[in-house]
């Protein structure tokens, strides 16, 4: 086949259900680096397009770590396997964030992604100064100017611009290096860039938000989209609509992967995989799943609710992801979900995708949407750490491989080759 899967696997320090950090089997103590380390190798040996680490710069859950920090660590860990990290539009700088990836990218030898994210933890505006969290369309704004300064900085060296001429006393060619002279509503940034580019050129810019004015960005900017989708049918309408998106912005349609969450829980057989989830599920404890159903339907306080009763008419967020909101809101609505039952539902995949069942049913799915153009790949969530992850390597890719879905080596040695970018 001349066309395969992307797949990512999207890293949590304990796994991605609500309840992982109380698995039997999950290691409490172990320095968090050294468990990433050996997934994102096993990651690797399995050929995996990238790792995906997400952020917030508040406290949600369970302590994580600054995600470049980690991914620097890990370029020098691994060799060929791309590294994407989270970095905020709202409580950061465009210089400052364009130098982190472009020291990323070129210190991995070209395997950096950029996910641009808005925020959507309102928590996160008391770390900064801000009594409360920047509206959406504000958050959205900042980001496209935000986005339009890194690029440039991204772009101020021209290809070949480095002659290292000893002779000459000539390190770089001046002509060939350009500064931004950047001024606008959110940003004044001269430039250029102090950090030289990647053999790739630079990192990929990777976004989530699925609202209309998410999409809309992500057309415009990104090159990777990760995205919540529950159900094939809302899948294959979100892919055909950002693809169209994207050709009206001038591009091409293969310019932009678009890679749905993925929550699989994977047993040799059904029964096996059932009694992995029911275990989890059996661990959730209800303050936790309550607050992660209101931190995910909006950052709304759902605890004066009975658990049991419907999930209440909410407003329409203002500082969390209004296509999270509507996904959860329709999702309890169309079912007739209590609160405690919708919490369960999302324990795990949070909206997502989500597969219980023998590698031979995971492969059927994830080739089902591939095919019927509802993916152009995976970002796949770990149940639980260290086991879910390796479940999916071990049974679902071979699986993946013997179908000609997914590659058996690296044919390159950068994320946008990985990508076929």
């Not at 057989?269 to 059932?274: F, G, I, K, N, V």
């Not at 303050?287 to 209440?312: E, Q, V």
Request: net charge negative; glycine share 8%; charged share 20%.
């Amino acid at each position: 086949m001349s066309r395969q899967l992307s797949i990512a696997a999207f890293m949590m320090r304990y796994g991605h259900h609500v309840a992982a950090w109380r698995h039997p089997d999950t290691d409490l103590e172990s320095n968090p680096f050294k468990v990433f380390r050996e997934q994102v190798r096993n990651a690797e040996k399995a050929c995996l397009d990238a790792v995906f680490f997400a952020d917030s710069v508040a406290l949600t859950g369970a302590p994580s770590l600054e995600p470049l920090t980690l991914l620097s660590a890990l370029a020098a860990s691994t060799e060929k396997i791309g590294l994407i990290g989270t970095a905020t539009t709202t409580y950061n700088e465009p210089y400052t964030v364009a130098r982190q990836f472009a020291s990323l990218d070129l210190l991995s030898d070209g395997r950096a992604g950029w996910n641009l994210v808005t925020s959507d933890n309102a928590a996160e505006a008391a770390n900064f100064g801000r009594e409360q969290h920047v509206a959406h369309a504000d958050r959205y704004a900042r980001a496209r100017e935000f986005h339009q300064v890194v690029t440039g900085l991204w772009n101020s060296w021209e290809p070949g611009a480095f002659v290292n001429d000893k002779r000459g006393a000539l390190p770089y060619d001046p002509a060939m290096l350009h500064k931004l002279n950047y001024r606008g509503e959110h940003f004044a940034v001269a430039g250029p860039l102090n950090v030289a580019p990647s053999p790739q050129g630079r990192p990929v810019v990777v976004q989530a938000g699925s609202s209309e004015t998410g999409r809309d960005l992500a057309a415009a900017t990104a090159e990777m989209v990760f995205t919540a989708q529950p159900s094939l049918a809302k899948a294959q309408a979100f892919y055909s609509d950002l693809k169209q998106r994207v050709v009206a912005k001038g591009r091409k349609p293969e310019s932009l992967k678009i890679m749905p969450g993925l929550f699989a829980v994977v047993g040799r057989t059904q029964a096996e995989a059932d009694a992995k989830f029911a275990q989890l599920q059996a661990l959730i404890e209800p303050k936790a799943g309550l607050a992660l159903l209101g931190r995910m339907i909006g950052n709304f306080d759902l605890s004066g609710y009975p658990l049991d009763g419907p999930l209440p008419d909410l407003p329409e967020t203002q500082d969390g992801q209004r296509s999270r909101q509507q996904l959860l809101t329709d999702l309890a609505q169309g079912e007739n979900l209590t609160i405690r039952q919708l919490y369960e539902r999302i324990a795990g995949g949070r909206g997502h995708f989500t597969v219980v069942g023998t590698p031979e049913a995971v492969a059927d799915q994830m080739q089902q949407w591939f095919e019927q153009g509802a993916a152009d790949g995976f970002n796949f969530m770990a149940p639980a750490l260290p086991g879910g992850l390796d479940d999916f390597l071990e049974l679902v890719i071979p699986e993946l491989q013997r179908r000609g879905l997914f590659r058996t080596a690296y044919a390159g040695s950068t994320l946008r080759s990985h990508l076929g970018l």
